[in-house]
């Protein structure tokens, strides 16, 4: 098993910036990779931006390409949402998980609330 606990949501102005967390613990040696989700109000979940574990490769949806990061420090099991330039319709609850490399995203973190006001 692999317990998530994400962290850093908040309110922020348009063009304001956060950075999110998510710390892994237990079983880390079985994460292929990790991402992040959101889910807007009346929306499903979407893929946001994931980092493999091997090789650090990212890939992210193209609505926050050039605005936010996302990086791991492999010493704290700790990955790290870094979001830039926000907009109001990056509101959401966001949600790390870990995904192994045949079940996918199992392991889900509680999600973290990002409001952005105009």
């Known amino acids: 098993q692999v317990q998530l606990v994400d962290s850093g949501g908040g309110l922020v102005q348009a063009g304001g910036s956060l950075r999110l967390s998510c710390a892994a613990s237990?079983?880390?040696?079985?994460?292929?990779?990790m991402g992040w989700f959101r889910q807007a109000p009346g929306k499903e979940r979407e893929f946001v931006a994931t980092i493999n574990w091997s090789d650090d490769s990212t890939t992210y949806v193209n609505s926050v390409k050039g605005r936010f990061t996302i990086s791991r420090d492999n010493a704290k099991n700790t990955v790290y949402l870094q979001m830039n330039n926000l907009k109001p319709e990056d509101t959401a609850v966001y949600y790390c998980?870990?995904?192994?490399?045949?079940?996918?995203?199992?392991?889900w973190g509680q999600g973290t609330q990002v409001t952005v006001s105009s």
């Open positions: 998980a870990a995904r192994r490399a045949v079940l996918g995203y199992v392991y």
């Open positions: 237990g079983r880390t040696n079985s994460i292929y990779a």
